[in-house]
């Protein structure tokens, strides 16, 4: 190895971190956090990868936690329906970071090779422990997300019964 590639590589930042922390960063959940949070988090998720048509988790099974897609697509399946389509940067999943059993309600499943990043119910409640401020934060947000798509869901009902 010649001697200027060894320096190019020496301070190259680990790709994984990168785009856990860039992902984190991008994330409504995330949003509020101080870049010592954002690390707090990157250091307890989990990196997970599917194959082609391979299932992240089936309708009626206890869910731990959240999902954002790094890389890929997944689909979202309602009593064998696909209902949407998720790519890069959308997450799914946060209900089982709040609900008490956390069913999920819809299947996910790998539209192509996908990449995600997890952040699971036992991280949100270590970092609760920890750091009761940044905990609040991301219940807030959690909340706050919620309650969008639940409005979001309420009008799409509501325009399909008046048809």
Same mark, same amino acid.
């Given at each position: ?13 680990? %790709? ?12 409504i959940v995330f @949003? ?5 949070e954002i690390n ?21 099974? *206890?869910? *731990? ?8 697509? *997944? ?21 089982? $970071?709040?609900?008490? %059993? ?8 790998? @539209? ?23 905990? *609040? ?11 969008? %798509? $639940? ?10 019964? %008046?048809?």
């Amino acid at each position: 190895m010649s001697l200027s590639l060894f320096w190019e590589n020496i301070f190259k930042k680990d %790709r994984h971190v990168w785009t856990i922390q860039e992902a984190l960063k991008k994330n409504i959940v995330f @949003k509020d956090l101080t870049p010592r949070e954002i690390n707090q988090i990157q250091n307890i998720t989990h990196l997970r990868s599917y194959s082609a048509s391979e299932a992240i988790f089936k309708q009626g099974e *206890v869910g *731990v936690g959240m999902y954002i897609i790094s890389k890929g697509s *997944v689909d979202i399946v309602y009593d064998d329906n696909r209902i949407t389509t998720l790519k890069e940067d959308d997450f799914f999943g946060e209900l089982a $970071l709040v609900e008490e %059993r956390g069913i999920r309600t819809a299947t996910a499943i790998a @539209k192509e090779e996908t990449q995600l990043i997890g952040f699971f119910k036992p991280d949100l409640i270590q970092i609760m422990n920890q750091t009761p401020e940044t905990g *609040v934060k991301i219940l807030f947000r959690i909340g706050q997300v919620i309650g969008t %798509r $639940l409005h979001e869901t309420t009008a799409l009902v509501k325009s399909q019964q %008046r048809n």
